[in-house]
């Protein structure tokens, strides 16, 4: 590996003509956390092909062809997403292709649900007030959230969810995080305590 952060091979020679534009193209359009993704440089009558990517250096764990024509990163992770490119040579030209832009799914993870206060497991509070819930989680992409009462779909698909109190409101939030990309679902959940606040008579 160069110190700029690209990978050179040589590939058997055809100096005769130029070589072609090269082209990136990836083994899947869907690449999740932890999979293996395989770029292939297509290209023709290239003596020497290299690698890199335009914003860092190259994953240190990549594995190359013979003829340096495909990179392979296997259990790739979400810092190996990035814009990736090979550059084709022969003693007539060289060509750079198009970047192609590796995106790595993930997520959801850490998922947690937050009150006026942060995060709290169980909220108390008195009839008549109002309660804002948000939840959120890391992921990409966005996930989708909803959301459950006791288990009762509330119909809710927003990040936040808000509660005007009245003591129908008792019980368990849960928050779930749906990634489409990954197909990974996680829940979490917090305790609702409504009370009337009765005011002392006076003597």
Do not use: Q
């Amino acid at each position: 590996m160069s110190t700029t952060g690209r990978i050179d091979s040589c590939v058997v020679p055809s100096p005769t003509v130029p070589v072609t534009k090269p082209v990136v193209r990836a083994n899947s359009s869907l690449v999740k956390e932890n999979d293996t993704a395989t770029l292939t440089c297509e290209t023709e009558n290239a003596e020497r092909i290299a690698w890199g990517r335009s914003n860092g250096r190259l994953p240190s764990d990549i594995t190359l062809s013979n003829d340096n024509r495909t990179l392979t990163v296997s259990s790739i992770k979400r810092l190996d997403s990035g814009d990736y490119y090979c550059e084709a040579e022969n003693v007539i030209n060289k060509i750079k292709s198009d970047i192609y832009t590796l995106t790595v799914n993930y997520g959801p993870e850490n998922l947690i649900i937050t009150g006026p206060n942060g995060i709290e497991s169980l909220f108390n509070l008195t009839v008549g007030t109002s309660l804002s819930l948000r939840c959120s989680a890391v992921s990409l992409p966005p996930p989708t959230y909803h959301w459950k009462h006791n288990e009762i779909d509330l119909g809710k698909y927003d990040s936040i969810l808000t509660l005007d109190l009245s003591l129908k409101e008792n019980g368990s939030y849960t928050c779930t995080a749906s990634n489409s990309k990954t197909n990974i679902t996680v829940a979490t959940s917090v305790v609702v305590i409504v009370y009337v606040l009765i005011k002392p008579k006076s003597v």
